[in-house]
């Protein structure tokens, strides 16, 4: 079965230092990954996202992950964290079908 | 519309009653997913529908659970009997559809059941 371990259920950082939220996963076939951030009664919306290809994905607000098979992990960086990146972030997992398999969450807290 | 919405955003329900959870995806969307994110986890899949066919509905905790997509659009996710165990956010989700597992999938802001 697939699944998706998020090690940290909070992270704080300082403003403009660097962020790293860990995500490992296991699938017994190729992965496509995800990673979503949840503000306050918002809805989950995409950061990014891995399929084929270049293992560094870019997504918004100056967010990145890299795919690292041999090691099954899929973190998410930022090199300088700002006070509106303060959510709950959540990595996901779609094997063989369209569904996604959720981690449980890291909450990130930015302190000025 | 501009994105997906739910409704209603709270419900309370007395433990025994049946509630209905609506959710509009955006238009043309063909896929339409419903997640249940309990207290402090991350949301899990509980149903899918290709346009009004429900294709796997393998994560309904039970029989109580039942949803629907009758023309292709909005769902509704109807709970019966419901109980303390059922008190989670309640996410639907909808998908352009089609090009498979990388679509990205854009989630309505949830219904918080309460069950007392």
């Known amino acids: 079965a697939q699944s998706v371990t998020q090690l940290g259920s909070h992270v704080s950082v300082s403003e403009g230092a660097l962020v790293l939220l860990r995500c490992n996963y296991s699938s017994s076939v190729p992965p496509y990954l995800f990673w979503y951030v949840q503000y306050p009664n918002q809805g989950l919306q995409l950061l990014l996202k891995y399929t084929t290809g270049a293992t560094l994905v870019k997504g918004i607000n100056g967010f990145e992950a890299e795919f690292k098979k041999s090691e099954t992990s899929f973190h998410l960086t930022k090199p300088s964290a700002h006070m509106s990146d303060a959510a709950e972030y959540f990595c996901?997992?779609?094997?063989?079908?369209?569904?996604?398999?959720f981690g449980t969450g890291t909450r990130l807290q930015v302190f000025p | 519309g501009a994105g997906v919405s739910q409704s209603p955003r709270y419900k309370v329900a007395k433990r025994g009653q049946d509630v209905a959870l609506r959710c509009d995806p955006i238009?043309?969307?063909?896929?339409l997913f419903w997640y249940q994110q309990a207290l402090g986890q991350g949301p899990e899949f509980l149903t899918y529908f290709q346009n009004e066919a429900q294709l796997d509905k393998s994560g309904l905790p039970s029989d109580r659970f039942f949803a629907e997509r009758p023309e292709g659009s909005v769902s509704t996710l109807k709970i019966q009997r419901t109980q303390q165990e059922d008190s989670a956010v309640y996410l639907c989700?909808?998908?352009?559809?089609?090009?498979?597992?990388?679509?990205?999938?854009?989630f309505g802001p949830g219904t918080r059941l309460t069950v007392l």
């Open positions: 996901a997992v779609s094997v063989n079908t369209d569904k996604l398999i």
């Open positions: 238009s043309g969307h063909v896929s």
């Open positions: 989700a909808s998908s352009l559809g089609g090009s498979g597992r990388d679509d990205e999938q854009f």
